[in-house]
């Protein structure tokens, strides 16, 4: 089907400084092209295409200089053209720019889901994210992702507000910041980054839950009571199944009313790796940061969980009781003395005003829980059900 070219009109959208449009005059206005040879070079020297339901994108060469045109069409109709770079230029283009500087509208979640192509973020510095939607390797829209965070992340999540936190309010170096959902109709923001205050860097991951009651209804044995640790304890399991990894110890996970009365709350293992990973599960209603302190809840024969003596008497135990094969068993010792053994913290926070802290700056070598004699933690993981919605600004 032969395309068209149609006259169209341009109008203004809020005010003076965003012109809107379609058609002949707008695609001559905002775009190198010229006239209708130009975009017949266009079609014919296609790099990359995208179809969605709601209209097309046709990147190809720019007849009149560098670069390439993406063309948008409607059916069979041209309604615009803009010019478009790779995504490497962009990000080298913004790292140059004053980060200060927005310079974009917000868009709807009707634009976004509409439109071609695909959404990535992109943190270029502490103060500077992006949001992009690619075609191939083009960028067909670029905004702050500052100007369009409220709208993109709160998934239509009428308590969007309980999770206000930005990459600054939290107490670690912020690498990625993503929006996705647990097995319950909890919404959550995902913070993933490194908390560098300890002798070992620590790898973080922050979830800031949108709905705490979806959250508890899904995973508290008693949604009214907490303090058995069972939220902990069942969600520390299916993170580790979404990272791919075979559940060891429970076999099979958590059922309800369950308790892990000997040891680590799940022991897992990586395949790809080769590597078992230790999970001890928290579930506290207390605005202290993870610390040694929490540690020495529950533990025995003196010793802190996660501690080498510690894990060396868990698997003793389970070993004994039949939890555990001798192979297992074994082999989860022989990582130990090698190294190889993942320790990992997963901390349920239910209390009002939870600050956004992760770890406390350690005072000395007995209280640093990345210290292989007090604890040797490697990474922890904080899910916040009840999170400010203001600024955080606590060390």
Request: net charge negative; charged share 30%.
């Amino acid at each position: 089907m032969p395309l068209t070219l149609v006259a169209g009109a341009t109008s203004v959208r809020g005010d003076a400084e965003y012109v809107a449009g379609y058609g002949a005059e707008y695609v001559y206005e905002t775009s190198p092209l010229n006239s209708p040879a130009d975009i017949d070079h266009v079609l014919s020297t296609e790099v990359v295409a995208e179809t969605s339901e709601g209209y097309d994108v046709v990147i190809g060469e720019n007849p009149n200089g560098d670069g390439h045109i993406a063309l948008y069409i409607l059916g069979s109709t041209i309604i615009g053209a803009t010019s478009v770079e790779t995504v490497e230029d962009t990000i080298e283009r913004e790292k140059e720019e004053d980060t200060d500087q927005d310079g974009s509208d917000k868009i709807g979640e009707d634009d976004i889901d509409d439109a071609p192509g695909q959404e990535e973020w992109w943190r270029l510095s502490e103060r500077q994210k992006l949001w992009i939607r690619t075609v191939g390797d083009f960028v067909l829209n670029l905004y702050k992702a500052s100007n369009i965070y409220d709208q993109y992340s709160d998934d239509d999540d009428e308590n969007d507000s309980q999770c206000g936190l930005n990459a600054t309010d939290i107490d670690m170096a912020v690498d990625e910041q993503v929006t996705g959902r647990f097995s319950s109709s909890s919404t959550y923001t995902l913070f993933s980054g490194e908390y560098q205050k300890t002798k070992n860097n620590v790898a973080t991951d922050y979830y800031c839950v949108h709905d705490r009651d979806a959250f508890v209804q899904t995973y508290a044995d008693n949604p009214t009571d907490l303090t058995d640790g069972s939220a902990g304890e069942r969600v520390s399991v299916e993170l580790m199944e979404e990272r791919g990894y075979e559940i060891v110890w429970p076999e099979g996970g958590f059922d309800e009313g369950d308790a892990s009365e000997i040891g680590p709350d799940v022991i897992a293992y990586d395949e790809n790796t080769g590597e078992y990973v230790i999970v001890e599960a928290k579930t506290t209603g207390s605005t202290d940061a993870v610390g040694i302190s929490l540690f020495r809840t529950d533990a025995y024969d003196g010793d802190p969980q996660l501690s080498e003596e510690w894990i060396r008497n868990s698997i003793r135990r389970l070993e004994e009781k039949g939890r555990l094969d001798s192979v297992t068993a074994g082999n989860i010792r022989r990582s130990l003395e090698t190294g190889s053994l993942q320790q990992e913290v997963v901390l349920v926070r239910d209390v009002d005003s939870a600050t956004g802290r992760t770890l406390t700056s350690p005072r000395s070598e007995s209280t640093d829980i990345t210290n292989e004699t007090v604890i040797g933690v490697d990474s922890v993981t904080i899910t916040d059900l009840q999170p400010e919605d203001e600024d955080v600004n606590d060390d």
